[in-house]
């Protein structure tokens, strides 16, 4: 059984950071592209950003770039996002997803198999 669970939420104020964790269990961790997506409330859910399986790739949002950095650790099956500068207009609930892709990442979030429950990230003015 797959299991994605992500940590590190909470609350911080304005330019404050946190960093966001992702662990994964039963699947081949390294067989797979990682992402973080977040949705605010009455709003879609949008990509944040994705790193391929191997770390070579990373792509983000137009929103976090200079702001926020995607890592992985393929030993401890955890992929990772690290939030500077935080801003009010990113608090939502962040959710990680695995992808089983073909070398890439994408920032479709349709295209993601594999689904975490969520953690809460409230940015205070």
């Known amino acids: 059984q797959v299991q994605v669970v992500e940590s590190g939420g909470g609350l911080v104020q304005a330019g404050g950071s946190l960093r966001l964790s992702c662990t994964t269990s039963g699947l081949t961790f390294d067989d797979y592209a990682m992402g973080w997506f977040r949705q605010a409330p009455g709003k879609e859910r949008e990509a944040v950003s994705c790193?391929?399986?191997?770390?070579?790739?990373?792509y983000y949002a137009d929103s976090v770039k200079g702001r926020f950095t995607i890592s992985r650790d393929n030993a401890k099956n955890t992929v990772y996002l690290q939030m500077n500068s935080l801003k009010p207009e990113d608090t939502a609930m962040y959710y990680c997803?695995?992808?089983?892709?073909?070398?890439?990442?994408?920032?479709?979030?349709?295209?993601?198999?594999?689904w975490g429950q969520g953690t809460q990230v409230t940015v205070s003015s």
């Open positions: 790193i391929t399986w191997s770390g070579d790739s990373r």
């Open positions: 997803a695995a992808d089983r892709a073909n070398g890439g990442c994408v920032l479709t979030k349709d295209v993601y198999d594999y």
